[in-house]
């Protein structure tokens, strides 16, 4: 079987601070990090053992991952493995560098934010350089806000070309057709992200081919479908999976839309849906 699997365990804490960021925020404590830790172990565990199966991981934690030794070593040790296509995870790109030089980089691939204000440009900048220079796939990107547009063209002009830059429409914020065009000219794809997209009742990869796991193992179509498909511990989930329409009106957020089957994006994002990377980048 293949399928593809987006993690989000308990973990919420973040070194970042950003106002306009969806998530939630706390200071996660020692017992809640643990915690974390454990249910990310077992999961990873869990991965190993599906030898049978081919899998694909991305990890979309409420907070920041990689600051974190065990969302390295997740990411290192699932790379590795001949029945793990990719692994990828999202991330504000704060944490060092070198641990990658133990990941297998046909395998491993980074979704990057950029954050203006939470972190030196010229930091972020030379850590994605570092990146390129160990051959890791990676796409950057940034929150279409208006205080952004001229850190966003900045990046534009100092990444390798090769190098996706994606936009983010902000949450709640409404753009002219002259505003979308100015952030179009950076990522030509911002206009799946500028409205929401109508979904009820629309065929979508997610209950099929597709699934969300948390932190105790229950398998979800979806981050944004709470009706639970079974455990994936236990193996239960299994008998659940199959192709179903979407029950939501709208669906609003890359992860979820991007597997809507009425859309063409499994085509534009061609062996880089995870990490976010157009085809023949």
């Given at each position: 079987m293949?399928?593809?699997?987006?993690?989000?365990?308990?973990?919420?804490?973040?070194?970042?601070?950003?106002?306009?960021?969806?998530?939630?925020?706390?200071?996660?404590?020692?017992?809640?990090?643990?915690?974390?830790r454990a249910a990310l172990d077992r999961f990873t565990?869990?991965?190993?053992?599906?030898?049978?199966?081919?899998?694909?991981?991305?990890?979309?934690?409420w907070g920041e991952g990689l600051v974190r030794s065990w969302y390295r070593r997740a990411l290192v040790d699932l790379s590795r493995l001949p029945h793990v296509r990719r692994v990828a995870i999202q991330t504000n790109l704060s944490c060092r560098t070198d641990w990658l030089a133990d990941a297998d980089p046909a395998t491993v691939a980074l979704w990057c934010t950029y954050h203006p204000g939470q972190t030196p440009y010229d930091r972020f900048l030379a850590k994605c350089r570092d990146l390129a220079g160990r051959g890791i796939r990676y796409s950057v990107g940034i929150v279409g806000l208006p205080?952004?547009?001229?850190?966003?063209?900045?990046?534009?002009?100092?990444?390798?070309?090769?190098?996706?830059?994606?936009?983010?429409?902000?949450?709640?914020?409404t753009y002219t057709d002259a505003d979308a065009a100015d952030w179009t000219d950076l990522d030509p794809l911002f206009p799946y992200s500028r409205h929401p997209h109508a979904s009820a009742g629309l065929?979508?990869?997610?209950?099929?081919?597709?699934?969300?796991?948390?932190?105790?193992?229950?398998?979800?179509?979806?981050?944004?479908?709470?009706?639970?498909?079974?455990?994936?511990?236990?193996g239960s989930y299994r008998a659940a999976l199959g192709p179903r329409p979407c029950p939501l009106a709208v669906?609003?957020?890359?992860?979820g839309y991007v597997h809507l089957e009425t859309l063409p994006l499994y085509d534009v994002f061609a062996g880089g849906v995870l990490e976010r990377i157009p085809a023949g980048r």
């Open positions: 293949d399928l593809t699997i987006l993690y989000r365990g308990p973990l919420a804490s973040c070194d970042y601070d950003c106002p306009y960021c969806p998530f939630a925020k706390r200071r996660d404590t020692p017992e809640q990090l643990r915690a974390d565990a869990w991965a190993a053992a599906q030898t049978s199966d081919r899998l694909s991981v991305l990890f979309t934690p205080g952004h547009l001229d850190h966003a063209r900045r990046l534009r002009a100092d990444l390798p070309d090769h190098v996706y830059l994606w936009v983010n429409a902000a949450e709640g914020h065929p979508c990869r997610t209950g099929e081919s597709v699934v969300s796991v948390d932190g105790e193992g229950t398998v979800r179509r979806c981050h944004f479908v709470r009706a639970e498909l079974g455990n994936l511990y236990d669906c609003d957020c890359h992860i």
